[in-house]
């Protein structure tokens, strides 16, 4: 039997059903929810309404025999950013929900983040029930009303309105499958009320899911060995690791340390490798060192491997000449990538991991690692890791260390980094936040993340991240202001074994901060660090570089601490690094529940945001 039997999980889940309960055979709300059990999802995040009622019935039925159940966001948006951190955790499809109408455009934000950072995320809506289109019915959001299918259509994957229950299966799966598909992003169903309260077509799935959903191991052979051929002509070689290298990173700095590769990383890239590591060199793009940039713009560089990166304004460094020339070659799964970049030496499309054990493991790679490859290079690696310092990339090391009071932001990164255990999930959030991580937050103690040194043999199982997601976790492109509060409570759910830190700042939480109740029903371990300079500060110093009017940046003063309390979270107040160091930040992230820290930083501090105000047209 491919799954449950959605008539006896039925029957199981309405064991304890309420006496108002009226139906005695499966809908098709029960079938969907059966395929998300079958994929092993666990949350369905969302806010109920009328139209998605029968979804919200399925998950009560689901959720008393232990499949997936519902985890109630506090808006829509915040229940499309917790999808999105629960994809990036657990490497499972995000699914979140909304009735029609205004509960539908609520996600819009959220489901727009999604497309643009290529998070696989299944969206399902509600409408009015088909007679009444066209009627003006109550929040009616079909063609004929408020057209939600139309808006979304611009920012998924797959879009499509489900007018009869025989389509629920086939538009489900081809759904799903675009979604995990590169390029990857959200899909959406929008199910009317009567289409979902019909009887299942089907007694049980028709098909087994997980075996459609495999990733595929398709490369294109012919491009990677003529990048074996451009490997061995070339002599001084560099790589820049984009935020689609997750799965891959094993194998990718395994490759780099083999050939002695000094390498960066773009912003978004920064979580999947080890800043400590001798041959990394920096972010390069948006907030990034300038030691990044100099080991790109080396005259003597003779070819840059660009892996899994999207080549947009933030991590291809504005579209930098250093970048974007004839010495690249840009690897990635996605054309929609490989189509940013045609001025490349060479173009390798296919699954990152395949690419990159095929250039480890080819024969005569792996007739040289047998003897002397690893020793080969070993002076190259020597040359590149030799008298390099670690903190001389920052911008200002000096306030890294910095004892003021009210505390500097890049202080608090070097604390943040230093106090929290190897294990943390770090998100920072779109503004300030995101550029001061980006630069200064580097965790004291990760892995290498380097396997099968001395030979050329796969680690399948255990040596695979559990996560693609890394130590830290930024949403580029489509940038929304609270993506990373909502982000972290999905993170939590889906691993909440390990501590989640949300990097944002005090106009973000004035947003989104309402989905910390979500954190406080839930008890998840959730940090939210809180930068309160009393500003819309990106906006505030982006006005001062920029010789603008200084205007509408201005918040006022508010106790974040106080709200947070009365919300049922724990609370500090931090002013100085000393308040920092009293935390007892075992205890912190041992709770069962959220803690936010709000942290009244330097406001005159400017972070590194000078790609963003070149773009902009602002000499600086």
Same mark, same amino acid.
């Given at each position: ?420 255990? $190897?294990?943390?999930? =770090?998100? !920072?959030? @779109?503004?300030?936040?995101? /550029?001061? *991580?980006?630069?200064?937050? #580097? %965790?004291? +103690? ?109 918040? $006022?003063?508010?106790? =974040?601490? !106080?709200? @947070?309390?009365?919300?049922? /979270?724990? *609370?500090?107040?931090?002013? #100085? %690094?000393? +308040? ?41």
């Amino acid at each position: 039997m491919v799954s449950r039997n959605i008539a006896l999980a039925y029957d199981a889940g309405s064991e304890n059903s309420s006496p108002t309960a009226t139906h005695e055979t499966p809908q098709v709300a029960d079938l969907i929810v059966s395929y998300l059990e079958q994929m092993g999802v666990e949350y369905v995040f969302g806010v109920p309404g009328g139209a998605i009622e029968p979804l919200y019935n399925a998950l009560a039925r689901s959720s008393r025999r232990g499949g997936p159940r519902p985890m109630v966001a506090r808006h829509e948006s915040g229940a499309a950013f917790m999808a999105d951190g629960y994809a990036r955790e657990t490497g499972k499809i995000g699914v979140c929900c909304a009735t029609s109408g205004p509960g539908a455009t609520n996600l819009i934000t959220g489901v727009a983040c999604a497309y643009d950072n290529g998070i696989p995320m299944l969206v399902i809506t509600g409408q009015p029930s088909l007679p009444s289109f066209g009627r003006r019915a109550l929040q009616e959001s079909a063609c004929t009303g408020i057209n939600t299918l139309g808006m979304f259509r611009h920012c998924t994957r797959y879009n499509s309105l489900i007018s009869h229950p025989a389509q629920i299966e086939s538009k489900l799966i081809t759904a799903l499958q675009r979604a995990i598909r590169a390029p990857r992003g959200p899909v959406h169903l929008t199910i009317p009320l009567d289409i979902m309260k019909s009887p299942s077509p089907v007694s049980e799935a028709s098909y087994d899911i997980a075996s459609k959903m495999r990733p595929t191991s398709l490369l294109d052979a012919d491009a990677t060995d003529q990048l074996l051929i451009l490997l061995q002509q070339s002599s001084n070689i560099r790589l820049l690791i984009g935020g689609s290298c997750g799965e891959a990173i094993g194998p990718i700095m395994q490759f780099a340390v083999l050939r002695g590769i000094p390498f960066v990383t773009t912003p978004d890239g920064k979580g999947l490798t080890n800043p400590a590591h001798p041959l990394y060199r920096g972010v390069f793009g948006f907030a990034g060192h300038a030691s990044a940039s100099q080991l790109l713009n080396d005259e003597n560089v003779d070819l840059v491997l660009a892996v899994g990166t999207s080549m947009n304004e933030w991590t291809s460094s504005g579209w930098s000449d250093s970048l974007l020339n004839d010495k690249l070659v840009h690897i990635d799964e996605s054309a929609e990538s490989l189509a940013r970049s045609p001025m490349a030496k060479l173009h390798v499309r296919g699954r990152l991991l395949s690419i990159f054990d095929r250039l480890i493991e080819r024969p005569h790679i792996a007739r040289e690692n047998s003897g002397h490859e690893y020793e080969r290079h070993r002076s190259t690696r020597e040359a590149n890791a030799s008298d390099w310092n670690q903190e001389g990339m920052l911008a200002e090391p000096a306030k890294f260390a910095s004892d003021d009071s009210p505390i500097k932001p890049q202080r608090l990164m070097y604390e943040l980094g230093r106090l929290f255990p $190897p294990s943390t999930r =770090f998100l !920072a959030d @779109a503004g300030n936040s995101v /550029a001061w *991580a980006t630069h200064y937050l #580097s %965790p004291a +103690d990760r892995r290498l993340s380097e396997r099968r040194l001395g030979g050329g043999g796969r680690l399948r199982e255990s040596g695979r991240r559990q996560t693609e997601g890394g130590w830290l976790r930024l949403t580029m492109d489509f940038a929304p202001m609270g993506w990373a509060i909502g982000g972290a409570v999905g993170t939590a759910a889906g691993n909440p074994n390990v501590p989640v830190v949300c990097i944002t700042g005090d106009g973000s939480l004035m947003m989104n901060g309402q989905e910390i109740s979500v954190a406080v029903a839930e008890e998840l371990t959730v940090i939210f660090v809180i930068l309160n300079d009393q500003a819309l500060g990106m906006v505030k110093h982006g006005q001062r570089l920029a010789g603008a009017e200084q205007i509408a940046f201005q918040l $006022p003063p508010s106790d =974040f601490a !106080a709200m @947070a309390r009365a919300l049922g /979270a724990d *609370a500090y107040s931090i002013r #100085s %690094p000393e +308040d920092m160091a009293a935390l007892d930040i075992e205890a912190i992230c041992t709770r069962k529940g959220p803690t936010l820290l709000d942290v009244f930083i330097d406001p005159e501090e400017v972070p590194p945001m000078n790609l963003r105000m070149q773009v902009l047209g602002t000499d600086i």
